[in-house]
């Protein structure tokens, strides 16, 4: 990753970090990736206790490793913790921030699902899951743009990076048009980016 920038931490910061993880835990719907612009805005531009290109290397080595798609919280909490002082601090990061985003959101999951389940036959329930759809969608629109602009600068920035929204769109239409695997088209997008055309 890139040089850590160096913070002081007091309690009240890590009770912020906390409770802010705790308020995007109930807004993750379709995961916690969908709440990554709110953590960017929150973590990069507001506090800067992350820079842009650590919350991104973060994200992108989580979504890399296996696992579950939540590991880019750990992460993220990780990095805060080591810009704040170090390895114990690091490891009360991720601590606050897996906390704070699996609590309610787990909690709320188990209560509603239980609840959903027994209420499965009513209008609302079904009108519900319908409607969800489409927020899901939306926030992983607003994530990818997040992603995709961080690295845009200088004059021109969207033309001279016409290369890598022209893979993006096709990516998309082929995930959505065919049943490649994904893997198919990771693969691709590493040999271009590999080769320098993206």
Do not use: C
Request: proline share 4%; charged share 10%.
């Amino acid at each position: 990753m890139t040089e850590p920038v160096h913070l002081v931490f007091a309690v009240q910061d890590w009770l912020t970090l906390f409770l802010h993880y705790l308020s995007l835990s109930l807004l993750s719907i379709g995961g916690a990736i969908t709440t990554a612009p709110d953590m960017h805005r929150f973590l990069v531009e507001e506090h800067h206790w992350l820079t842009d290109a650590q919350f991104n290397a973060s994200i992108a080595i989580a979504q890399a490793a296996p696992g579950p798609n939540v590991l880019f919280i750990a992460l993220l909490g990780w990095n805060v913790g080591l810009n704040a002082g170090g390895m114990g601090t690091g490891l009360l990061g991720v601590f606050l921030t897996m906390m704070g985003i699996m609590i309610p959101s787990t909690t709320l999951t188990y209560v509603t699902a239980q609840w959903g389940h027994r209420n499965r036959q009513l209008r609302a329930v079904r009108a519900f899951k319908q409607g969800m759809a489409p927020i899901v969608v939306a926030l992983l629109i607003a994530t990818s743009w997040v992603l995709a602009t961080a690295n845009v600068h200088g004059d021109g920035g969207w033309l001279q990076n016409w290369p890598a929204w022209l893979v993006t769109a096709i990516t998309a239409l082929v995930v959505w048009r065919t049943k490649l695997h994904l893997l198919w088209l990771l693969g691709a997008g590493a040999l271009l980016g590999w080769y320098g055309w993206i």
